[in-house]
């Protein structure tokens, strides 16, 4: 094993075991039987080590979504990548609240890639056509909610007692973010919002690409423009015409 990797598992084992969630350097040098110099030589300082060490913890967790096999539905490994993070969460709170601690200057790695695992389900979802909203912004809402769900689970247990709470926020960002049905008030449903995402998922992978880059940028505009319009406010067609022919 090099030295890094003995730092590195030092401080994993001694962040594990801290009643607080911090580690000095001092002890991950004692416990890897080197010099606080090499650690600072190999580290930067305590901050590089940390960001290391969550990177080598979350590992675990991350080499397993990359192992996994995609079902056929994207929306059943959506709620699975989702509880394994709450568990993992649990299972590693002092390492969980390290990665989205905000005080830590050297931002791990692993957060960029938990993001693009879930980012790539969902572009299949959108291709699907079963999503609402776009892509990026479902995996904004779903990573925050579930970060939020898991760090309150980890730092107030008494106020969150019951780890049932996960799979209530999982089904509540879930339903937000997926296309429902025609009811009553709606009657085209979410059906225009899907067609959207469907299309903005879909236009990367036409082969060979029929927009310029300017052509694509201002095609997305127009999609992303049309969930948000207001159907009762836009005029008729025969307004419309008459609009074109009047001006």
């Known amino acids: 094993m090099s030295t890094r990797a003995a730092l590195i598992e030092a401080a994993a084992a001694l962040l594990a075991q801290s009643p607080a969630g911090d580690v000095s350097t001092r002890a991950v040098c004692e416990a890897a039987g080197v010099q606080q110099p090499v650690l600072y030589r190999l580290f930067g300082d305590k901050d590089g080590l940390l960001a290391a060490t969550v990177d080598h913890v979350w590992d675990q967790y991350l080499g397993m979504k990359r192992a996994a ?31 989205v601690s905000p005080g830590l200057r050297a931002v791990p790695e692993a957060a960029a890639e938990a993001m693009r695992i879930l980012r790539e389900d969902l572009d299949r979802l959108a291709a699907q056509g079963r999503l609402r909203v776009a892509p990026e912004t479902a995996a904004r809402m779903i990573m925050s909610a579930n970060t939020g769900v898991s760090l ?68 997305g505009e127009w999609l992303t423009r049309i969930p948000a319009a207001d159907p009762a406010e836009r005029p008729s067609p025969a307004e419309d015409l008459k609009d074109r022919t009047t001006s």
């Open 69 to 99: 096999a995609k079902s056929e539905d994207p929306l059943r490994d959506i709620r699975a990548g989702w509880d394994s993070h709450t568990a993992f969460a649990l299972a590693h709170p002092h390492a969980y609240t390290l990665m």
């Open 152 to 219: 309150s689970l980890i730092t107030r247990p008494g106020l969150y007692p019951d780890t049932s709470l996960s799979t209530l926020v999982r089904d509540a960002i879930h339903a937000a973010i997926l296309a429902g049905p025609a009811t009553p008030a709606d009657p085209a449903g979410d059906a225009r919002a899907a067609a959207v995402t469907t299309l903005l998922a879909s236009v990367g992978d036409l082969t060979p690409e029929p927009f310029t880059a300017a052509e694509s940028a201002l095609f």
